[in-house]
Nanobody, 126 residues
Framework: QVQLVESGGGSVQAGGSLRLSCAASGYTYSDGCMAWFRQAPGKEREGVAAIYPRGGSTYYADSVKGRFTISQDTAKNTVYLQMNSLKPEDTAMYYC???????????????????WGQGTQVTVSS
């Protein structure tokens, strides 16, 4: 049974930082694309960043480039999202997602992924 467990969310002031973690189990970690998505109330789900564990290729939404960094610890089957210079518009529920195929041009769409975590809330106050 595949499980993705997120942690690290919380409340922070604008300009602050948080690091999210996603621990994967029951899943062949290196085979597929792993990503972070977010969804704010009343808004569509948005792909934030993705990583292909086998080669380390990374992908980012324009809205987070230069502020967020996705990384991995293959020994721990864990993906991280380091979020710096946080803005109030980054407030959302953040979800970890894992697919069985490598990342591609559609990395930012939910259809690419087969497994989802339960989410962790990030709140940024101004």
């Amino acid at each position: 049974q595949v499980q993705l467990v997120e942690s690290g969310g919380g409340s922070v002031q604008a300009g602050g930082s948080l690091r999210l973690s996603c621990a994967a189990s029951g899943y062949t970690y290196s085979d597929g694309c792993m990503a972070w998505f977010r969804q704010a109330p009343g808004k569509e789900r948005e792909g934030v960043a993705a990583i292909y564990p086998r080669g380390g290729s990374t992908y980012y939404a324009d809205s987070v480039k230069g502020r967020f960094t996705i990384s991995q610890d293959t020994a721990k089957n864990t993906v991280y999202l380091q979020m710096n210079s946080l803005k109030p518009e980054d407030t959302a529920m953040y979800y970890c997602a894992a697919g069985i195929l490598r990342c591609g041009s559609a990395w930012y769409t939910g259809l690419t992924y087969d497994y989802w975590g339960q989410g962790t809330q990030v709140t940024v106050s101004s």
